[in-house]
């Protein structure tokens, strides 16, 4: 007789307090993805509140990792490390599923994209999900290859606040309060003014570079795309990221350029598909706004080149951290129906 796995594979999730780590547990919930205990972004011991009670939050120890089948990493750089290390020396290793890129340079990494393919768990018990920005690009422009050649492509990824989490947040926030009310700005995140404006780069005193993150997209994308199999290669896009002044998605502006002439309406039919929507003339135009809470990507606004005939402009837009809640469940409802089909009498 068969377990139901989907019910009781045991998850640990470290970062639970982030934003991305609030969004895995309500993908996870809406999926019954299994029995979740949460651990703190650093995987220490410590206090915290559950439906306005203070709970205590269990340390991340060598026995915690041996009581978890899979232990979903969306936590701080400390915690991913300390998960990697004791998942390393455990006996009963359970598979880490990184969600924050910190432990994709490590020699057991995979980079993994479920928006693109099932991802395959059994080559790696370090599955690393790829750049939510990554994952888009590599699904848009493997979509249009199959459809038609590429001869080169130019993508502006616009970052949201969210990918620095809750202090991203929450410094964007005060610096429209402040800049509404002349009050002095808090610049400890991107240590320059983002409230109504544009960022190529942060300050020189910001704790993380957006210059960083640009090429974790890039080498994901080339990863990602390096799997494609339609008999020709998808030349690599030049990527240019920009922060924007937005709380949550995704923004991307692609310009693509193909071996022959194309026309909007059959770039449409080459996209459309379960991972995503595509948004007419007559339709609502994608918007970040539009994409929050959404799975997949919007696609619209598709124009040709008015300066040649065989490129196309189109704007996608997807819900960054939604895009890797559900590539983390992918994950995990695969491994629960690799479990189920061996258990099989």
């Known amino acids: 007789m068969a377990k139901s796995y989907a019910k009781t594979m045991k998850l640990g999730l470290v970062g639970a307090e982030t934003l ?9 919930e809406s999926r019954s993805s299994g029995t979740v205990t949460t651990y703190s972004a650093t995987g220490e011991g410590n206090f915290g509140e559950q439906e306005g009670e203070a709970v205590f939050v269990r340390p991340l120890d060598a026995e915690a990792i041996r009581e978890e089948r899979v232990v979903v990493l969306a936590g701080s750089a400390e915690g991913s490390a300390k998960a990697y290390q004791l998942a390393k020396v ?33 080559t790696s018990w370090l599955t690393v ?6 994952s888009a690009l590599a699904l848009v422009l493997t979509r249009l290859a199959r459809h038609k050649s590429i001869e080169q492509s130019i993508a502006h990824v616009f970052e949201p606040a969210s990918e620095q989490g809750k202090r991203g947040i929450s410094e964007l926030h005060q610096q429209t309060t402040s800049l509404l009310s002349f009050k002095p700005l808090e610049k400890h995140v991107f240590d320059a003014q983002l409230s109504f404006n544009l960022l190529a780069q942060y300050g020189e ?7 960083s993150a640009e090429q974790r997209i890039e080498r994901n994308l080339a990863t990602l795309l390096g799997r494609f199999t339609n008999g020709s290669a998808v030349p690599m896009p030049s990527v240019r990221l920009i922060q924007v002044p937005v709380f949550h998605g995704y923004s991307i502006s692609l310009w693509v350029k193909f071996a022959n002439e194309v026309n909007p309406q059959e770039l449409r039919e080459a996209l459309a598909s379960a991972q995503i929507e595509i948004r007419g003339e007559d339709e609502e135009s994608p918007s970040n706004v539009g994409a929050v809470s959404q799975s997949g990507l919007i696609a619209g606004d598709i124009r040709i080149d008015r300066n040649d005939p065989r490129a196309a402009w189109l704007w996608a837009v997807g819900d960054n951290l939604r895009l890797t809640a559900d590539a983390a469940a992918d994950i995990v409802s695969e491994l629960g129906s690799s479990e189920l089909g061996s258990d099989v009498q």
């Not at 999900?129 to 990554?134: C, D, N, S």
């Open 90 to 122: 455990s006996g009963d290793r359970p598979v880490l599923i990184d969600c924050t890129g910190y432990l994709e340079k490590e020699p057991e990494a995979r980079i993994v994209a479920p928006l693109l393919q099932a991802p395959q768990h059994k």
């Open 205 to 211: 005193e910001a704790p993380v570079k957006l210059l």
């Open 20 to 28: 991305l780590g609030r969004e895995l547990q309500e993908v996870f």
């Open 129 to 134: 999900i790829a750049h939510p920005a990554a």
